[in-house]
């Protein structure tokens, strides 16, 4: 049983940043894309980033490119998300994804972790 456990949530305030880390309970890193997705109270669950298990394939939604940035470290089994200039619309659930293919469509993913709060002031 794979599990992904995210780290790293908080609250912040516009314009500031925050770390967010999902570790993986077994080594499904050297095959599995790993990903970001948040869902707002009241919305559906909407992709945020996702990156390849080969390092350099990334893919990000259009309300966080250049803000936010995905990385891997296979060594770790672990993946991060790196969340700057932050705004209050960023604030919801994030959630941890591992998917067969890189592909932003929830569908796709085959694992999910529990979650992590993050919340944005104005």
């Known amino acids: 049983q794979v599990q992904l456990v995210e780290s790293g949530g908080g609250l912040v305030q516009a314009g500031g940043s925050l770390r967010l880390s999902c570790a993986a309970s077994?080594?499904?890193?050297?095959?599995?894309?790993m990903g970001w997705f948040r869902q707002a109270p009241g919305k559906e669950r909407e992709f945020v980033a996702a990156?390849?298990?080969?390092?350099?394939?990334?893919l990000y939604a259009d309300s966080v490119k250049g803000r936010f940035t995905i990385s891997r470290d296979n060594a770790k089994n672990t993946q991060y998300l790196q969340m700057n200039s932050l705004k209050p619309e960023d604030t919801a659930v994030y959630y941890c994804?591992?998917?067969?293919?890189?592909?932003?469509?929830?569908?796709?993913?085959?694992?999910w972790g529990q979650g992590t709060q993050v919340t944005v002031s104005s």
């Open positions: 994804s591992a998917s067969r293919v890189l592909n932003p469509r929830v569908e796709y993913v085959t694992y």
């Open positions: 077994t080594g499904i890193f050297s095959t599995y894309a």
């Open positions: 990156i390849g298990w080969r390092v350099g394939n990334t």
